[in-house]
């Protein structure tokens, strides 16, 4: 027994099915030995990596039709990676990153599932430094702005793997911190152009939220 549940769902995406493991519900919590502590991951935040959150099937959509051609692709805060399994499936070269202990479990288990072959992972944290990490031409994320300090954290982060004219894109529902991430990336160089996402998802429930776009002013 891992120490925590697990449930299976089907998410459509541009059509397409995805078979997905995620936690069976946010009150999961598993940390026998500590490496989610060490991180600096508290028991209230362990269980967001493992659920399928709104806007990933909004990123996840948008990278369904986005042209991969040529770029080296970071997704950041992963959680169950959805927009990386499109990405990977389309046969771009993606890489994944999350700072969770158990992220990379979920990504394997769910790359089986669908018959994919394995995804380059590579631990991440906002917060440090991670020099194995290189350079990306698109990096992505979704709902990545929850918590007051993320947005200055982020934006370094991102700063750090960007190549030359690399292009940002971040779908946010709406959280407050997001003025402040505009703001953040605005000091380090970047220009922001903001667009709705569509109100309606794919699965046929509401989405409020928004495409936050960057790239080097
Ligand atoms: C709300 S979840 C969103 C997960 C996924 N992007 C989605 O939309 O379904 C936030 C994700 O950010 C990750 N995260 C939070 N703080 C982080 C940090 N400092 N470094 C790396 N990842 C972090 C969490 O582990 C979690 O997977």
């Given at each position: 027994m891992p120490g925590y549940h697990v449930k299976f769902e089907t998410v459509t995406v541009g059509g397409l099915h995805y078979q997905i493991r995620s936690?069976?519900?946010?009150q999961q919590y598993a940390d026998p030995h500590g490496a989610a502590e060490r991180a600096g991951i508290s028991p209230a935040s362990?269980?967001?990596?493992g659920h399928i959150w709104p806007s990933a099937r909004i990123l996840a959509l948008a990278m369904h039709?986005?042209?991969?051609?040529g770029k080296r692709i970071l997704e950041i805060?992963?959680?169950?990676?959805l927009a990386s399994l499109v990405i990977h499936r389309r046969a771009g070269d993606m890489t994944v990153s999350d700072w969770h202990p158990l992220s990379q479990t979920f990504l394997e288990a769910n790359l089986q599932l669908n018959g994919l072959a394995p995804m380059k992972y590579q631990p991440g944290n906002?917060?440090?430094?991670?020099?194995?990490l290189g350079e990306f031409d698109l990096i992505i994320g979704s709902d990545v702005l929850y918590e007051r300090q993320q947005p200055e954290q982020l934006a370094r982060f991102i700063d750090r793997h960007a190549a030359p004219e690399a292009q940002i894109i971040i779908v946010d529902?709406?959280?407050?911190n997001r003025v402040g991430f505009c703001k953040a990336m605005a000091h380090l160089g970047y220009a922001c152009s903001m667009r709705p996402a569509g109100r309606v998802m794919e699965n046929g429930a509401a989405y409020k939220g928004r495409f936050l776009n960057f790239s080097e002013a």
């Open positions: 936690l069976l519900d946010l362990w269980p967001l990596f039709g986005f042209d991969l051609t805060g992963a959680g169950l990676a906002w917060a440090g430094d991670n020099p194995g529902p709406d959280r407050g």
